[in-house]
């Protein structure tokens, strides 16, 4: 999916100045969490997050993030900007909850980043029945 439908879909805007609306992403991934985003991001994510201090941008350097969605109508400070712009990571905003963004997109046939087997394990093993 490109940034310039998913910017459809959330009613999003941009905030990095020319942002190349043609930049294709491959699956998404929505969290506060850096320490997960780092764990369960796959290279080519477009991350939804309502944190919009620059460690966001560090995050998503490291993770090969594509872009960064801020969510409920935040507007990260200048410093996430520069950085961003600095990384060449584009920065968009959606006034949606995290969750409604998310949903959106995921709605609109953007996969999430294959963690359900991983959840689903895990909550197999927590949650077993003696049945």
């Known amino acids: 999916m490109i940034l310039r439908e998913i910017l459809k879909i959330i009613e999003g805007k941009t905030i990095t100045k020319n942002v190349d609306l043609d930049l294709e992403v491959s ?9 997960d985003v780092l764990a369960f991001t796959h290279e080519g994510t477009v991350l939804m ?8 941008v560090r995050t998503a350097e490291i ?10 109508g935040k507007y990260p400070p200048q410093k996430t900007i520069d950085l961003a712009k600095e990384k060449g990571i584009p ?14 997109i995921f709605a ?5 980043c294959g963690l359900f087997d991983l959840a689903t394990r895990q909550w197999e093993d927590r949650f077993k029945t003696s049945e």
């Open 108 to 112: 609109a046939g953007l996969p999430s």
């Open 63 to 72: 993770a090969g993030i594509k872009a960064i969605i801020f969510v409920r």
């Open 49 to 56: 997050s309502g944190l919009t201090n620059p460690q966001v």
């Open 91 to 104: 920065l968009l905003a959606s006034k949606y909850t995290l969750f409604e963004t998310c949903g959106r």
């Open 27 to 35: 699956m998404g991934c929505g969290s506060d969490l850096m320490s």
